[in-house]
Structures are given as structure tokens and as C-alpha cells.
């Protein structure tokens, strides 16, 4: 065993001296030379190790993106883009595009511009390139929602926009849903119907919120849809990214003492805290009806004609009621001043869904020249597509509405 194994060191002896021979033969070039490989290849390494930190920064700002667009769909859970698609459609076709109708004139057949809004996927279900795809086609939705606002700006674009929000109720029956629950899709559609306004320039939007007729409904929907006030406006109170975000100042039009007592509260207190707002004005109407506000605006006056008559009469010896300077008619431009809606332009356009053409008791001193939609949609349905035509077929009648207005300032 040991005669087998002693040659080893004197062979390893003998490789290391042919190696130090080697080095000892080489002239001061061959060092050069072999110092400039041995640079060159640790340059390589940088300049890999660079380019791989580069992309490693690229993947942790792609990350960061995609969470940032998480959290915003969490936010905004119903405010998703829409793109344009050119369809060909034919009169017979009753077709549905994502939930929503599609309107054609059944006496032609043409192209019809439908806004289709993307589905939304839960951000635990998607894998990173799905995400990554998600947020090029919002990006995408983004860019052509705006090119089409930007189209519509060039006709005459409304300043005020009322909705009356009819087809919650309905909605949620049609679905089997829980009671309450189209109300709060509804909301979602409201919030959504707000930024879109706003993205358009729209400066004044004033929603049908609650009727005062809608106390005559069962008790325990009155309590829900009280309770549901009561929530929503304390969200809009405890997070007011949306709202600051276009400045929103919003107001409430109607009785405020018929509400119930935390409902009132909550709603002076949003009051409040928007009063300063600048941007986007938004009027809930609730509880409401044209004919309490007339009534209202009416009795405000007589008290102001009768304060009026009782200063000028103080110090009055004789006690003679001479009528001088107090009027007994009512003025127009009176009652304008003490409706709920003054300073604030009248409607535009009036937008009612579900189909109905009934007013329903609502903006009826302040409507005379609105211009009526009534899009087949439910109100949790209404989309930007019906936002879209509404205000082309209000550009469409403008020139009628105008000289309306300019009529009846003349006869003034």
C-alpha cells in the first residue's frame, strides 16, 4: 500500500516546478498582456452587475405601480375606464353590452359608438403579467375616455346636470339582492357620474335623492334608507380624497327637519366642512319636492315683506299702516332668491333613468328650458356611454333651447 501511494507528492512536487517555471519564462509583455484580459473581464462583470441592478430597479418600480393601481381600485372600486368600439348594429339586433341597453333609432342601420366598460378581476386572482396588462389597458381606456371628452368640448357643453335616480329598488329585485343593496350600488354609480362630470367640466350637479313622499313608504324602508344616508354621508365625511380631489362643495336642498335626527346632523356637518370648496358643486336634493320648496320660497318672502312693513311702521304715533315702499305683489326674481337652488344655475339637461318621463315633483320652478333624457339604463346601470349621449343629444337641440330662453327674456 505505501509503495503504491509515495509517487503522489513527488508528482505534485513535480507539476508545481513546472508551473513556476512557467511564470519564470514569461517576459514582461506576456504580464501585460495577461493584466489587460484579467481587466478587461472584471470590466464585464461591472458592466453586468450594472445592468443587472438596472433591471432589478425597472422590476421593483413595475412592482410599486401595480400596487399603487391595487390600491386605487380598492378606493374606486366602480370607477373604471371605458374604450371606444365602432360596431355595426342592426335595428332588430336588442342586444346588451356589459348589462347596459343600447338605444338605436329602429328606422335605420348604421355605426354606433359604444363606450364598453372593462371587468374588473380581483388583484389577488392575477398573476404579475396580467397586472402588468391591466394596467396598459386602463391607460388605454384613460387615454381615448379623455380624447372623447375633448371631441365632445368643442360643442356647447352644459354647466348644470340634474339626475333623478330612479331604478334602485328595481334594480336589486330584478337581481335577488338584498334590500338596500341596489341603493348602495347606486351610490357607487353616483360617485362614478361625479368624476365624469367633473373630467367634462360640468360645474353644477344636483342629484334626486330622497322625496318627501318617500315617507310614505313602508317604515322599515324609510329606516333603511335612513340608515343608508346616515352611512354613506359619514364616509364621504371620514374620507374626503374624492371630494378634495375636485373640490367639491357639496349642498342639500330640502327640508332638513323631516330627517331623522343623526341623518340632519351628519348632513350639516358635510355642509360645513365643504363650504370653502372651490371646484365641483353638488346638491343632494333630500328631503325634497318642488312643490314644498315653492311653498317654502313663498312664506320666506311674506315674512320678509312683513318684517319689511313692521320697521317701517315702528314709531308710527297715529298708528296709520300707510302701504309706502312695502309692495304687495311677488316678484319672479323674489321667489328666485329664496328657492333652494339660488345662486345656482338652472338645469341644463335633466337626466332621469329607468325610462320614465316624469319630472316626479322635482327642479319644477327651475326646469322650464332643461333639456329631458330619460335612458332606458336603471340607475346603477347608468354608465359613461349614457352620460356620452346625453349631452350629444343636448348639443343636438341647443340652438332650440337657446332662442327658448332668449324668447321668454323678452316677454319678461
Known amino acids: 500500500m505505501s509503495s503504491s501511494t509515495a509517487p503522489a507528492p513527488a508528482a505534485a512536487m513535480a507539476v508545481d516546478d513546472a508551473e513556476d517555471d512557467q ?43 401595480n400596487q399603487d393601481k391595487i390600491k386605487l381600485n380598492k378606493q374606486l372600486p366602480y370607477l373604471v375606464g371605458n374604450f371606444v368600439e365602432i360596431l355595426e348594429m342592426n335595428p332588430e339586433d336588442e342586444a346588451k353590452e356589459d348589462g347596459a341597453n343600447i338605444d338605436l333609432d329602429s328606422q335605420r342601420k348604421g355605426k354606433c359608438v359604444v363606450l364598453k366598460t372593462s371587468t374588473r378581476q380581483d388583484p ?44 334602485n329598488r328595481r334594480y336589486a329585485k330584478f337581481r335577488s339582492m338584498q334590500e338596500g343593496a341596489g341603493h348602495r350600488m347606486g351610490f357607487s354609480t353616483l360617485i362614478a357620474s361625479l368624476m365624469y362630470c367633473y373630467e367634462m367640466g360640468v360645474k353644477y350637479i344636483t342629484v334626486y335623492a330622497f322625496s318627501i313622499d318617500n315617507f310614505k313608504r313602508d317604515p322599515s324602508e324609510v329606516e333603511s334608507l335612513m340608515q343608508l344616508m346616515e352611512e354613506k354621508i359619514n364616509e364621504l365625511l371620514e374620507n374626503q380624497s374624492v371630494i378634495n380631489k375636485i373640490k367639491c362643495k357639496i349642498n342639500f336642498w330640502g327640508n332638513l327637519d323631516l330627517l331623522y335626527e343623526p341623518v340632519r346632523l351628519a348632513a350639516e356637518k358635510l355642509m360645513a366642512s ?48 300707510a302701504n309706502n315702499g312695502v309692495r304687495s305683489e311677488i316678484s319672479v326674481a323674489e321667489l328666485d332668491r329664496h328657492m333652494y337652488s339660488a345662486g345656482c344655475p338652472d338645469p341644463d339637461i335633466v337626466i332621469r333613468t329607468s325610462g320614465e318621463t316624469r ?38 337641440v341647443y340652438p332650440a333651447l337657446e332662442h327658448n330662453r332668449k324668447l321668454a327674456k323678452k316677454q319678461l
Open 274 to 321: 365643504t363650504a370653502g370648496n372651490t371646484g365641483l358643486v353638488f346638491s343632494i336634493c333630500m328631503p325634497y319636492n318642488s312643490t314644498s320648496e315653492i311653498v317654502n320660497a313663498v312664506s320666506e318672502v311674506c315674512a320678509e315683506r312683513m318684517e319689511m312693513f313692521q320697521s317701517e311702521h315702528i314709531g308710527d304715533c297715529n298708528g296709520h299702516a
Open 124 to 167: 389577488k386572482a392575477e398573476n404579475p403579467n396580467e397586472m402588468v396588462t391591466a394596467g396598459v389597458l386602463s391607460s388605454l381606456q384613460n387615454f381615448l375616455r379623455k380624447c372623447l371628452i375633448a371631441s365632445l368640448s368643442y360643442g356647447p357643453m352644459p354647466k348644470h346636470i340634474a339626475f333623478i335616480m330612479d331604478g
Open 359 to 396: 319630472l316626479s315633483n322635482f327642479l319644477l320652478w327651475q326646469t322650464t328650458f332643461s333639456h329631458l333624457q330619460n335612458p332606458d339604463p336603471l340607475w346603477p346601470e347608468f354608465s359613461f356611454r349614457h352620460l356620452v349621449w346625453a349631452i350629444l343629444q343636448y348639443q343636438r
Open 23 to 65: 511564470l519564470a519564462s514569461m517576459s514582461t509583455e506576456d504580464d501585460i498582456r495577461a493584466s489587460r484580459l484579467l481587466d478587461n473581464e472584471i470590466r464585464v462583470l461591472k458592466d453586468e452587475l450594472q445592468r443587472t441592478n438596472l433591471e432589478l430597479e425597472s422590476f421593483k418600480e413595475k412592482i410599486k405601480e
